[in-house]
């Protein structure tokens, strides 16, 4: 099983990152994906939930409005799309199989800074 996630890197406020999960080793088209991201000093949150037909489950508060997540069951991949980015959503995103067993991928570092 591997979760390679890709897209993470340094944007300034206001700005926009797609973040990129791949997925092998188990049946992703029949899997609920999410991402979850964690910055230092806090507690891991939950950011997005999306079913393996592609419907939304939930976002987290802080998100809604600015982050989508989509899939691609032909290639095996779920994106987080973040836009209008802020100081705060700096954090290590990481994608992960929903449900049990639960599958996690490395994480991919965003920052978010001026």
């Known amino acids: 099983v591997q979760l390679a996630e890709s897209g993470g890197g340094l944007v300034q406020p206001g700005g926009s990152l797609r973040l990129s999960c791949v997925a092998s080793?188990?049946?992703?088209?029949?899997?609920?994906m999410s991402w979850y991201r964690q910055a230092p000093g806090k507690e891991r949150e939950l950011v997005a939930v999306?079913?393996?037909?592609?419907?939304?489950?939930n976002y987290a508060d802080s998100v809604k409005g600015r982050f989508t997540i989509s899939r691609d069951n032909a290639q095996n991949t779920v994106y987080l799309q973040m836009n209008s980015l802020k100081p705060e959503d700096t954090a290590v995103y990481v994608c992960?199989?929903?449900?049990?067993?639960?599958?996690w991928g490395q994480g991919t570092q965003v920052t978010v800074s001026s």
């Open positions: 080793g188990f049946t992703f088209s029949n899997s609920v």
């Open positions: 999306i079913t393996s037909g592609g419907l939304v489950l």
């Open positions: 992960c199989r929903f449900g049990a067993p639960k599958y």
